[in-house]
């Protein structure tokens, strides 16, 4: 168990519409990174947080967008979408300089 | 721009050794080498790093050679359960508090 939770597990929607996926992290980690991973496109970075503020995007699509609250969770929210948005997303925390610990991810299926 | 180069599979017997090769020739004085495994659809997990030295921890052992420009990762006795994806990763020190960039990796399957 790396200790950083993440909800839902698994979720199924259809085209276009909205979804929010939950990411607790490790007590006292203050970085908070999401990733995308399909079949064709490996493990790809999407944003990072720090500690509320944004501070790194990676390859984020202009329909999703993300916050990091002050209790360190963190929401990823993907709009309008699209069935190639149907992929595993995994979120990681960390404090400072240390190693990343990822969460279980979701899987999400868009029909 | 890719930084590392790993071959995209490799077999082993349970009980083995299996020896990861990464080459990494345009490496850097400061870029560490990290290694992070990830176990079908589970989240990627932190394995070992090192900077010039090898390094061994209680899952694997890293040998980075005197040139710096290739590494192995060693696993000493792999069982069913090293079956899994390992993301060889070059990264600068000044980089650690940034995200982690994963190529495709190597594909390890081990088999009894």
């Known amino acids: 168990d790396s200790g950083v939770t993440q909800t839902p597990k698994h979720l199924i929607t259809a085209t276009g519409q909205r979804v929010t996926l939950r990411c607790s992290p490790r007590s006292g980690d203050l970085s908070v990174y999401w990733y995308q991973q399909s079949l064709d496109q490996g493990l790809q970075f999407l944003i990072q947080y720090y500690n509320g503020e944004e501070r790194a995007k990676g390859n984020i699509l202009e329909r999703f967008s993300a916050q990091q609250f002050p209790d360190l969770h963190s929401e990823l929210n993907l709009s309008s979408l699209e069935l190639g948005d149907s992929a595993l997303y995994f979120c990681a925390s960390n404090r400072d300089r240390e190693k990343l610990f990822f969460g279980s991810g979701t899987q999400l299926s868009v029909l | 721009d890719a930084k590392t180069t790993q071959p995209t599979s490799m077999d082993c017997a349970e009980g083995r050794a299996a020896n990861l090769p990464c080459n990494h020739s345009?490496?850097?004085?400061?870029?560490?080498v990290y290694w992070y495994r990830q176990i079908h659809s589970q989240g990627p997990q932190y394995i070992i790093h090192g900077l010039k030295n090898n390094e061994t921890n209680e899952m694997a052992s890293l040998i980075i050679t005197e040139d710096r420009k290739s590494s192995t990762l060693i696993l000493p006795h792999a069982t069913l359960r090293d079956t899994a994806v390992y993301y060889c990763?070059?990264?600068?020190?000044?980089?650690?508090?940034?995200?982690?960039?994963f190529g495709k990796g190597t594909t390890l399957s081990v088999s009894s």
């Open positions: 990763i070059v990264r600068a020190a000044n980089q650690a508090g940034t995200a982690l960039i």
């Open positions: 345009t490496i850097s004085g400061n870029e560490y």
